[in-house]
């Protein structure tokens, strides 16, 4: 005796929560059951519905680790750069004096330019703040880390930095440095973040690059003119630190 419910072979329409399936698309039971028979397969754990609630816990977590950090630079640069470099006494430098001018140092948490940072904030007496990223090659978080959260996704990651600091601190660094620059310089240029100042500390290492750009992207109308002023190049770091925290 049928109860009136079609067979799910022949079923033409399916709707789960707000998603619509028909024909083809329809899918064999139910969320309630794929959730509650421990007998079925674990994929669902690797699937993208499942990964949107990841997405979600980190940007909570994050956010509810930072949502009281108070004023914060982001300092980026080189988790190559070795202790015994002048890079690395330049971050420390760096972390001390933004400590020293009552501001949180948000770094990637890594070894190199950002424990210089952190380690110049933290022997300073401030906040040092640092923000992993999971990698094949595990890295951890440096020891002069005050508050440290872990994350999988780089976009996240990069919200953070972004969100809770109102300025870069841009120390020499490679792709993941030039990426974290770029992504900034793209968010102010559309103002999509307003009153974010850029600086780059090192002109022997910059001034290729701010030469390119204005010489060559600027030059042939890749980018406006007054694109050249959304970021700033220095060798001196209390010029620096002037610039990313003055009101």
Do not use: C
């Amino acid at each position: 005796m049928s109860d009136g419910t079609p067979d799910p072979g022949e079923r033409r329409e399916q709707r789960l929560g707000p998603v619509l399936r028909r024909r083809g698309q329809v899918t064999a039971g139910q969320a309630d059951q794929r959730l509650l028979d421990t007998r079925g397969p674990s994929d669902w754990v690797h699937g993208d519905p499942w990964r949107v609630l990841r997405i979600q816990s980190e940007f909570v977590e994050g956010f509810g680790a930072l949502a009281e950090l108070g004023p914060a630079v982001s300092v980026f640069g080189s988790a190559r750069t070795g202790r015994d470099s002048p890079e690395y006494e330049l971050g420390v430098r760096i972390g001390r004096g933004l400590a020293d001018a009552g501001f949180a140092v948000i770094t990637g948490g890594g070894p190199g330019a950002m424990e210089a940072a952190n380690r110049g904030a933290s022997e300073a007496g401030g906040v040092s703040v640092g923000l992993g990223i999971e990698l094949p090659f595990e890295q951890g978080l440096n020891e002069y880390v005050d508050i440290g959260v872990n994350f999988r996704y780089f976009f996240v990651r990069k919200t953070m930095f972004v969100k809770y600091a109102q300025g870069f601190l841009v120390l020499p660094g490679g792709l993941g440095t030039l990426d974290e620059l770029f992504e900034a310089l793209t968010l102010v240029q559309t103002r999509k973040v307003t009153r974010f100042p850029i600086v780059l500390v090192g002109t022997g290492y910059w001034g290729g690059l701010a030469a390119w750009l204005r010489e060559t992207v600027i030059a042939q109308g890749k980018a406006s003119p007054r694109d050249d002023g959304l970021f700033h190049v220095t060798d001196d770091v209390d010029e620096a630190i002037e610039l990313v925290t003055k009101p």
